[in-house]
């Protein structure tokens, strides 16, 4: 399995490459280019002028130099995330839901339903808390090490301890 290699914020605006201040709103994004997904990040100003097309994206703060990092993720914002790879086929896409999925299922908005086999490979089925409506996801059969990795690697993109 190939890792992503998705950065930190490097406290630029990826469009002006403008230093992001302290303190200053500004959003986080996952952006396509060719097979990968790159973090790019942009200030207010220019996302609401250019409305960059992003595959997903969150709004944050830049911490200050001495502030201490919380650790906190919108779970609507996971959740999101979450559904937009619904559609995904490659394989590292199918995984990176997978780990998604777990922690979804952690948080307790995602239940457990019932698993079925369909070509060849295992679906689950849960149901999403506080609604009656139901999502699949691919089991790609992942090693206890590459669930770690890419858990790793999304609270990276997050900047979150997950």
């Not at 201040?21 to 952006?31: I, K, S």
């Not at 060719?34 to 250019?50: C, H």
């Not at 060849?120 to 849960?126: D, N, T």
Request: glycine share 4%; charged share 30%; proline share 3%.
């Amino acid at each position: 399995m190939e890792e992503w290699a998705i950065s930190k914020t490097i406290g630029k605006c990826f469009g002006t490459d403008r230093i992001i201040q302290p303190g200053e709103e500004y959003f986080a994004a996952l952006a396509e280019t060719g097979q990968e997904l790159q973090r790019q990040d942009f200030s207010a100003e220019y996302w609401n002028e250019k409305h960059p097309a992003v595959y997903c994206f969150w709004k944050t703060k830049m911490p200050q130099p001495d502030q201490k990092k919380k650790i906190f993720i919108d779970d609507d914002m996971l959740f999101s995330f979450f559904e937009r790879l619904s559609s995904e086929t490659d394989a590292e896409r199918l995984s990176f839901r997978f780990v998604l999925t777990l922690i979804l299922m952690r948080k307790r908005k995602l239940k457990y339903d019932s698993t079925r086999n369909e070509n060849g490979g295992e679906i689950w089925r849960l149901r999403i808390t506080g609604t009656d409506r139901y999502a699949d996801v691919v089991n790609p059969h992942l090693q206890e090490s590459q669930i770690e990795q890419l858990s790793t690697q999304i609270s990276q993109i997050l900047q979150a301890d997950l």
